[in-house]
């Protein structure tokens, strides 16, 4: 597919407003499985707060295998508008928590086409969608999510606006995206997109240098590091991803103070800012 091919704005935004509700349960497994991923320790029971940002691996529809592109998503169209560009990318996003949840909460996450929006970019034409979440627990409301979807044309990696290094926080955490651990971290969120585990396919079909970090896992890192600095979690949270980090290469966890609202960011050593987050408490 070229970066010529024309989308119809008009029958892509007939998807907002659309609705979807999954049900989930959050296990004992589950929490184990999502701290071990993140080298957290606990030793979890019912009733327990479950590990903060667990609900990225909660409500995703099990699509049957033959039924997955061969990037390793669900085919196009359903929930999500069947945007005919082939690369699809989570772009960031912004929280609200209202109460926590708790292990073995019967969560139903209920989720709509906020807006759909085809752009001009650089490298070709973007499709922007974006998705309310609610997560509810017998009918109460606990987190409040906007995602920001992008898809894009297989004109190739794009490259960053600024070559310009990231600079160093007041406070910094290291990280070491090792293929396990994106591998896990893929197996938990039951994300299929192979260029998070197929360094051949990352490589040779989407050309990267090597398996990207999920955006999710570096704003789950952020939001740990902003609630170990102030000693209680964000109630509001966003992040936004600007450039992509690999695997083989470690990166730091940056954050800054200013006045009570944390400005957090993700950045290989001399590279340039890879996501960009704010964390806050009122």
């Keep these: 597919m070229t970066q010529s091919v024309q989308l119809d704005a ?8 659309r609705e979807e509700s999954v049900d989930a349960d959050i296990s004992v497994e589950l929490a184990g499985k ?13 009733g327990d707060v479950a ?3 667990i609900h990225f691996c909660l409500g995703q529809q099990p699509a049957p295998t033959a039924l997955l592109g061969t990037d390793g998503h ?10 005919p560009l082939p690369r699809r990318m989570w772009a960031g996003g912004s929280l609200v928590f209202h109460k926590p949840l708790r292990i073995g909460d019967p969560v139903t996450r209920r989720s709509r086409i906020a807006d759909v929006t085809v752009k001009q970019g650089r490298a070709g034409i973007l499709c922007f969608v974006a998705v309310e979440h609610r997560i509810v627990v017998a009918g109460e409301e606990m987190i409040t999510e906007r995602q920001d979807i992008v898809y894009r044309g297989t004109a190739g990696v794009s490259k960053d606006a600024s070559s310009v290094p990231a600079p160093a926080g007041e406070h910094r ?6 293929p396990t651990a994106l591998f896990r971290y893929s197996a938990l969120t039951f994300n299929g997109h192979r260029i998070h585990y197929d360094r051949a396919y990352a490589m040779n079909e989407e050309g990267y240098p090597g398996l990207v970090v999920h955006g999710p896992l570096q704003a789950t890192l952020l939001y740990m590091l902003a609630a170990e600095l102030r000693g209680v979690p964000p109630l509001r949270f966003s992040f936004r991803s600007q450039s992509p980090l690999f695997d083989g290469t470690p990166f730091g966890l940056h954050a800054r103070d200013t006045d009570g609202v944390f400005a957090l960011w993700t950045a290989a050593e001399n590279g340039p800012v890879a996501m960009a987050a704010e964390a806050r408490w009122t």
């Design 10 to 17: 008009d029958h892509l935004r007939s998807w907002v407003g």
């Design 34 to 46: 999502f701290a071990a991923t993140f080298n957290l320790t606990g030793d979890f029971r019912p």
């Design 51 to 53: 590990p903060a940002m």
């Design 74 to 83: 669900p085919a196009r169209g359903g929930f999500l508008p069947p945007v």
């Design 173 to 178: 955490r290291g990280f070491d995206p090792l």
